[in-house]
């Protein structure tokens, strides 16, 4: 008799294993209320367009409106998205998202005057302002980013239209996100015991990839490269797009690099981007090769496929452990954060702030959203696996930062730049590895702690540090004038993969497809920052090994700074210097330690 495993809808999901949106709208008809009133009060803010230049005051409450407006538009933007990322199947999430995506493209449009005028205003008249009205010091780094912009500024009218075609412009991302949860349907696969097994998305990346069943993963890996192969022309054009867009939009700025230009906002050098991708691709690439070839090894591969590279290479040893228990060994490992810090895990485990269920189009992956003044809400599929465990005290350490930032800044202040975003949740996986390591006695545990941690460097120093890679070189590419095509995107991933990986792995097509599986490529320079937010995290968890409270005490001001500074100083809060490879080369050189520990737990 064949059994077949059915995946739930959203309505049947049990309520306690859902996330509690209420805290954002009571009901559907108080967020449809919010929606209309937050556009009925927009009129009060574009009233002083014109009048920026008048005084202190008026500039003062101008901004004032703009952050009150934006808390509302936070709180109705996410309730949406929320919704649509636990059902993207449903046509009411669907539709509300499309209307939340037009008001902010209005919204937008009209807000723009405020950004052109400051600009406009005659040098030294913000810094007369700030003086003038001290209040307007809580504005002070908002504004001085608007004037770094000064440079690359359009004309008012151009400003305006850009702004108004807010949601043509992120029309890529957009598509890729509709086709990947609504449209994409793979073939289910059989186990050997005859078992028909659902495949999605999720599955695949959440379970099947990581499966210990070589013949179970590699036939599931044929199944998800088999549907990416039908949507490759698609996917291709709407990336060539998305890329065209943001070169076009460089050159329209007069930058002198799109890097250039979506560097800006990151606020990062082109030094200290160019030292991760290169330093990290150069010196990390012969441990990676070691620990493929060991994995090959241990595993008794006939060849190390590129769908192997995350097997468990100690298949039979898969603790698993409910939600609470994992909830319980993540609080014990972050009890070292102090009591502010604990509160919030407490709550974000406890008061449905966490969407753990798995259901037929909810997104894939895990993230944290943090609307200010409500709390964080954390989606995962969990799937009572200790790996699982990892995943939610990385999420969790993004809920805890912008919990903190919330309390000690104003909204305007809350939010770093992304390169500093991956900091506080990779730390959290490396305090929970290292607690569960000195708690474990069984040699076993110890390398299966050793290859979760191998685990997260893996995701952000190869996986996405690969993906920055095959960026860097679309994007130049794409400045030369070279056609984007999929075929041009599979043989610049390929490239990539196998310059890493030299003779190691084997590359095939399924691999060379690998740049249709992350939204981020349409998120800017975004696939690099994570292997910076690990790098600092790795600084300064060793720091915390090695001085205790001191090093707490930094990392906590850290995070309670919020966006108050640019990144290289907030990063210096926490006693690590990024301006220098130091950090880079000394992280690289701890993964490379964990590797020679695996190989010794084998000999």
């Not at 044929?222 to 996917?235: A, E, I, P």
């Not at 990676?288 to 290479?313: C, G, Q």
């Given at each position: 008799m064949?059994?077949?495993?059915r995946?739930?809808?959203?309505?049947?999901?049990?309520?306690?294993?859902?996330w509690?949106?209420r805290d954002?709208?009571?009901?559907d008809e108080?967020?449809?209320k919010?929606l209309?009133a937050?556009q009925?009060?927009v009129?009060?803010?574009?009233?002083?367009?014109?009048?920026?230049g008048?005084?202190?005051?008026?500039l003062?409450?101008?901004?004032?409106?703009m952050?009150?407006?934006?808390k509302?538009l936070?709180?109705v933007?996410?309730?949406?998205?929320?919704?649509?990322?636990?059902?993207?199947?449903?046509?009411v999430?669907?539709?509300?998202s499309?209307?939340?995506a037009?008001?902010?493209a209005k919204?937008s449009?009209?807000?723009?005057?405020?950004q052109?005028?400051?600009?406009?205003?005659?040098?030294?008249?913000?810094?007369?302002?700030i003086?003038?009205?001290?209040?307007?010091?809580k504005?002070?780094k908002?504004?001085?980013?608007i004037?770094?912009?000064?440079p690359y500024?359009l004309?008012p009218?151009t400003?305006?239209?850009?702004a108004?075609l807010g949601?043509?412009?992120?029309?890529?991302?957009t598509?890729?996100?509709?086709?990947?949860?609504?449209?994409m349907?793979?073939d289910s696969?059989?186990?050997?015991n005859g078992?028909?097994?659902?495949m999605?998305f999720?599955?695949?990346?959440?379970?099947?990839?990581l499966?210990?069943?070589?013949?179970?993963?590699r036939k599931a890996?044929?199944?998800?490269?088999?549907?990416?192969r039908q949507y490759?022309?698609t996917?291709?054009?709407?990336?060539?797009?998305?890329v065209?867009?943001q070169v076009a939009m460089?050159?329209?700025r007069?930058y002198?690099?799109?890097?250039?230009?979506?560097?800006?906002?990151?606020?990062?050098s082109l030094?200290?981007?160019?030292n991760q991708?290169?330093?990290i691709?150069?010196?990390l690439a012969p441990?990676?090769?070691?620990?493929?070839k060991l994995?090959k090894?241990?595993l008794?591969?006939d060849?190390?496929?590129?769908?192997?590279l995350?097997?468990p290479?100690?298949?039979?040893?898969?603790?698993?452990?409910?939600?609470?228990?994992?909830s319980e060994?993540?609080?014990s490992a972050l009890?070292?954060m102090?009591?502010?810090?604990?509160?919030?895990?407490?709550k974000?485990?406890?008061?449905?702030?966490v969407?753990l269920a798995?259901?037929v189009?909810k997104?894939?992956?895990?993230f944290?959203?943090?609307?200010y003044?409500?709390h964080?809400?954390?989606?995962?599929?969990?799937?009572d696996?200790?790996r699982?465990?990892?995943?939610?005290a990385?999420?969790?350490?993004?809920?805890?930062?912008?919990y903190?930032a919330?309390?000690?800044?104003?909204l305007i202040?809350?939010?770093?730049?992304?390169?500093c975003?991956?900091?506080p949740?990779t730390i959290?996986e490396?305090?929970l590895?290292?607690h569960?390591?000195?708690?474990?006695d069984?040699?076993?545990?110890?390398r299966?702690?050793?290859?979760q941690?191998?685990?997260t460097?893996?995701?952000?120093?190869v996986?996405?540090?690969?993906?920055a890679?095959?960026?860097r070189?679309v994007?130049?590419?794409a400045?030369?004038?070279?056609p984007?095509?999929a075929?041009?995107?599979?043989?610049q991933k390929?490239?990539?993969?196998?310059?890493f990986?030299g003779?190691?792995?084997e590359?095939?097509?399924?691999?060379?497809?690998?740049?249709?599986r992350?939204?981020?490529?349409?998120?800017?320079l975004y696939?690099?920052t994570y292997?910076?937010?690990?790098t600092v995290?790795?600084?300064?968890?060793?720091m915390i090994?090695?001085?205790?409270?001191p090093?707490?005490?930094?990392?906590l001001?850290?995070?309670?700074?919020?966006?108050?500074?640019?990144p290289?100083?907030?990063i210096?809060?926490?006693?690590?210097?990024?301006?220098?490879?130091d950090?880079?080369?000394?992280a690289?050189?701890?993964?490379g330690s964990?590797?020679?520990?695996l190989?010794?737990?084998y000999?």
């Amino acid at each position: 008799m064949e059994a077949t495993e059915r995946r739930l809808s959203r309505s049947e999901v049990p309520e306690h294993l859902t996330w509690d949106l209420r805290d954002l709208f009571q009901t559907d008809e108080e967020w449809e209320k919010e929606l209309k009133a937050v556009q009925e009060s927009v009129p009060l803010l574009t009233s002083f367009k014109g009048r920026l230049g008048e005084s202190a005051d008026i500039l003062l409450t101008c901004l004032n409106e703009m952050e009150s407006l934006e808390k509302r538009l936070i709180r109705v933007a996410t309730f949406s998205n929320l919704r649509q990322s636990a059902d993207g199947t449903d046509p009411v999430n669907q539709g509300n998202s499309s209307k939340v995506a037009a008001m902010l493209a209005k919204i937008s449009a009209d807000l723009s005057f405020i950004q052109s005028e400051i600009l406009d205003l005659p040098d030294g008249t913000v810094d007369t302002y700030i003086n003038e009205n001290k209040d307007l010091q809580k504005f002070s780094k908002y504004l001085s980013d608007i004037l770094d912009k000064k440079p690359y500024k359009l004309s008012p009218d151009t400003e305006k239209a850009l702004a108004s075609l807010g949601e043509v412009l992120d029309a890529p991302y957009t598509v890729y996100q509709f086709s990947k949860s609504s449209d994409m349907q793979f073939d289910s696969i059989q186990d050997d015991n005859g078992n028909v097994l659902p495949m999605s998305f999720a599955l695949f990346e959440d379970r099947y990839e990581l499966v210990p069943d070589t013949d179970l993963r590699r036939k599931a890996y044929d199944s998800f490269v088999n549907t990416l192969r039908q949507y490759k022309n698609t996917f291709g054009a709407n990336y060539a797009t998305e890329v065209k867009k943001q070169v076009a939009m460089g050159r329209l700025r007069n930058y002198e690099s799109v890097t250039h230009m979506l560097l800006a906002p990151q606020q990062v050098s082109l030094e200290m981007y160019h030292n991760q991708l290169d330093i990290i691709q150069k010196e990390l690439a012969p441990h990676m090769r070691k620990f493929a070839k060991l994995k090959k090894e241990v595993l008794n591969l006939d060849t190390m496929k590129f769908s192997d590279l995350k097997a468990p290479l100690d298949p039979e040893f898969n603790p698993t452990t409910t939600y609470e228990e994992a909830s319980e060994t993540i609080l014990s490992a972050l009890s070292i954060m102090g009591e502010e810090y604990n509160e919030a895990m407490k709550k974000a485990l406890t008061e449905r702030w966490v969407d753990l269920a798995d259901n037929v189009g909810k997104s894939t992956g895990a993230f944290c959203s943090s609307p200010y003044g409500v709390h964080p809400y954390i989606l995962i599929t969990w799937t009572d696996t200790m790996r699982g465990a990892f995943i939610l005290a990385h999420e969790l350490g993004h809920a805890g930062h912008f919990y903190l930032a919330g309390r000690n800044q104003d909204l305007i202040n809350t939010r770093p730049s992304m390169y500093c975003i991956e900091a506080p949740s990779t730390i959290n996986e490396l305090i929970l590895g290292e607690h569960i390591l000195s708690k474990a006695d069984d040699p076993r545990m110890k390398r299966w702690v050793i290859l979760q941690l191998l685990g997260t460097y893996y995701h952000n120093f190869v996986t996405h540090l690969l993906e920055a890679e095959f960026q860097r070189r679309v994007y130049n590419l794409a400045e030369n004038g070279t056609p984007l095509t999929a075929s041009v995107f599979c043989e610049q991933k390929a490239n990539v993969l196998k310059d890493f990986w030299g003779d190691t792995v084997e590359i095939d097509e399924g691999a060379s497809l690998t740049w249709m599986r992350q939204p981020h490529y349409y998120m800017g320079l975004y696939p690099y920052t994570y292997s910076a937010g690990l790098t600092v995290a790795t600084a300064a968890a060793q720091m915390i090994k090695e001085e205790g409270q001191p090093a707490v005490d930094r990392w906590l001001e850290l995070l309670k700074a919020g966006g108050t500074l640019k990144p290289l100083d907030l990063i210096k809060i926490s006693g690590v210097d990024m301006s220098k490879p130091d950090a880079i080369k000394k992280a690289v050189a701890y993964v490379g330690s964990l590797i020679d520990e695996l190989e010794k737990s084998y000999n």
